[in-house]
């Protein structure tokens, strides 16, 4: 359907996977690590829990890399026998899997039940969970980074590195900061230590796109062809930009303000602004992300565009719904007592 | 479009680009010249440098 194929389909899933497993163990690392930098209490704690809580992301990335790695590897020899046509691009991502596998199979069989001693023994575990979360990224970031291989260490091979790795810094990072929006929305204590840190995740997702433009810099009169898809790209990486300087900038600061000043709440229409501005940024790079996989796509400009608009608006929609079905009235009553001055922790 | 007073100097740098992107989606389909394009992504990584250090 609209020329895309179901290898095409794996391969995407695969690479949604690993950047949500790599952003969370990247994430992961960073908490412990500033959890230790702070040897008092309350933060030193929150940043500990917090690193815990994205086992849970880092398993469910994993699963989905792994499901779609299974799903490539028993599809791969069923094409050869075909005798499918395979263009270069796919000839390289096959060449890719068989080059990656060893360590895909070193990462399901050794690295992964490390997990399993968060059951048996909590607290040695925890103890070491920087290195459970700096094996997982070296790990990860390998995988991520060979798409596709050449045969050799080329530009066109540096292509393929910055234009797959920056996912986990782009795409899986959004994923990790929505979850830990999400999970911090009812708790004023999450909020205040949660919200100061989505300046440095801003940095850490633009810089990520900017290894993209890089990449592609590399391989510019190569790269770029002046296909429908391309122009639908541009313009989705125009509304990112347009979207994070909103998002990074005034409506971060927004938040934090709002996290200090004691009740959390942003006014009616900065959290309308919030909600919208949060669904575009995932709706987009997951987008930007997935039309990336797809060589032969036989949409045009306006028929990507308005699938785009319509995914985004029901995103919209059921987002804004679901705010309005799940609304928090415990905290809401703790933040109203708190502004009456009844509440001050 | 009270938050556009709001922004800092390398976000209006970073909102500027993805609106020059914009339009040369446009300016890049007619003429094929992609000069504004390349410009638009060094304005981007001026930008990110600007968002990282300001103050």
Not at chain 1, 238 to 244: H, Q, R
Not at chain 2, 32 to 40: E, H, K, L, Q
Request: glycine share 10%; net charge positive; hydrophobic share 55%.
């Amino acid at each position: 359907m609209f020329g895309i194929t179901f290898l095409e389909l794996v391969l995407f899933g695969q690479q949604f996977g690993l950047a949500l497993a790599g952003a969370a163990s990247f994430w992961g690392l960073v908490f412990i690590l500033k959890g230790t930098h702070h040897q008092h209490g309350d933060t030193c704690v929150t940043f500990d829990w917090l690193s815990r809580r994205l086992i849970y992301l880092l398993y469910a990335g994993a699963g989905i890399a792994i499901i779609s790695w299974f799903v490539i590897s028993f599809m791969t020899p069923a094409h050869a026998h075909e005798g499918i046509v395979i263009v270069p691009e796919l000839a390289e991502r096959l060449a890719a899997i068989k080059f990656t596998s060893p360590v895909f199979m070193l990462w399901i069989f050794l690295f992964l039940p490390l997990g399993l001693f968060s059951r048996v023994t909590p607290a040695q575990f925890h103890r070491r969970l920087s290195v459970f979360y700096a094996l997982h990224f070296a790990v990860i970031l390998f995988l991520i980074s060979i798409p596709a291989w050449s045969g050799e260490i080329s530009s066109r091979q540096l292509f393929f590195i910055g234009h797959s790795a920056h996912s986990i810094f782009t795409l899986g990072t959004v994923l990790v900061l929505d979850f830990l929006f999400l999970i911090s929305k009812a708790s004023l204590h999450l909020k205040r230590h949660i919200y100061p840190v989505f300046p440095t995740i801003s940095k850490v997702i633009l810089v990520g796109l900017g290894i993209d433009f890089l990449s592609v810099a590399l391989v510019f009169s190569e790269a770029i062809a002046l296909t429908p898809k391309f122009f639908f790209m541009q313009t989705i990486i125009g509304i990112l930009l347009i979207n994070g300087s909103i998002l990074a900038g005034p409506l971060t600061r927004r938040l934090i303000t709002a996290a200090k000043g004691g009740s959390g709440k942003l006014g009616e229409r900065w959290e309308f602004l919030g909600d919208v501005a949060g669904t575009i940024s995932i709706t987009s790079w997951f987008t930007i992300t997935f039309i990336d996989y797809f060589a032969g796509l036989s949409l045009g400009y306006g028929g990507l565009l308005l699938i785009y608009v319509s995914v985004l608006l029901t995103a919209i929609a059921i987002h804004l719904l679901w705010e309005r079905l799940h609304r928090d009235h415990v905290s809401e009553q703790l933040f109203a007592w708190h502004r009456s001055g009844g509440y001050t922790g | 479009m009270l938050w556009l007073g709001k922004l800092r100097f390398g976000e209006t740098l970073i909102f500027l680009t993805g609106i020059l992107l914009l339009g040369n989606v446009l300016f890049i389909s007619q003429t094929g010249d992609f000069t504004y394009w390349v410009a638009a992504k060094l304005a981007y990584v001026l930008g990110v440098l600007l968002f990282i250090f300001e103050k």
